[in-house]
């Protein structure tokens, strides 16, 4: 981490971005701190949650239920990006437990919270009685957008970027009286690579008729976010290791499950499915809504004929009544 670098792409020529990481603000005589890194996240988070809401129809779904999602997802999911940091890293922590719940002082990972959170879904899900497939399809799509933001926040706080590199599309940072360390700028790599993957989602998977079954899009999810984070995790300086061993533990967990993934999309294309629970939402209501439209129809004939007796009614009286006129006389 370098919060106090200058930042430049020098690819984009002279431009150069030193802004602080963080405003600091007295309010009632207590000092406060904001964080960019704080800012860039909770957008990400709303994003994604506004996201979720949006779509969860199309999946059978409604709005509020996300909202109630997320009241159990998100404390859960930090907790879960903790604990995997912890393990990750426990030399660290083995001999100062009590730092473990220093989160304030940084220490968290992606996976561990996707983990978490995933698992959070099928619990809430189960009780919901909606199937795990529908909530994990509105859960990935919405995280995704969510990590095409959030990893932003890595750029502000100048952390997670890569080795030193030449490439063109390098980043520079500078230090105050230190010389211009040029590197591979990783956030972007992955924000760009995710950001391919959301549009996929959005404007192909849910278009009707694309998602065959519940599940689908998760798991495409977990394929292309598994797939960017096992290249780009590979060219990071700050990887968390598996203990005793060279093995980044989340370019590993990535890699796995990125050929899991593919390998059940694989499998699943030409086997049948049942209904996903959109559709079988849609057919029950259509279902409920058939009385009252047989009814309406019988109304509506009923009302029908009743007009038509009526008219054959008043054509006879007309009938009638003309037949008994007085004729009139012919001879003057």
Known sequence: MMRDAAISFPMLGDLTLNFPASFTFNLFGHEFTIYLYGIVMAIAFLAAVFYASR???????????????????????????RIYYVISEWDRYKDNLIDIFKIWEGGIAMYGGTIAGALTIVVWSHFKKIPIGATLDVGGSALILGQVIGRWANFVNREAFGYQTDVFCRMGLTRPGEETVHVHPTFLYESLWNLVGFLIINFYWYRKDHRKYDGQIFIFYVFWYGTGRAMVEGLRTDSLYIPGTNIRTSQLVAACSAVIALIILLVNIKRPHKPTFASVQAAEA????APDNAEA??????GAEAAAAEASEEAGA??????SAPGGDSNE
Not at 70 to 77: E, F, G
Not at 318 to 323: M, P, Y
């Open 55 to 81: 779509k969860a129809p199309k999946l059978g779904i409604k709005s509020d239920d996300i909202f109630s999602l997320v009241l159990w997802v998100l404390p859960i999911a930090i907790v879960g990006c």
């Open 297 to 302: 129809a019988a109304a509506e004939a009923t």
């Open 286 to 289: 259509a279902a409920d809504s």
């Open 318 to 323: 007309g009938s009638t009544a003309s037949e």
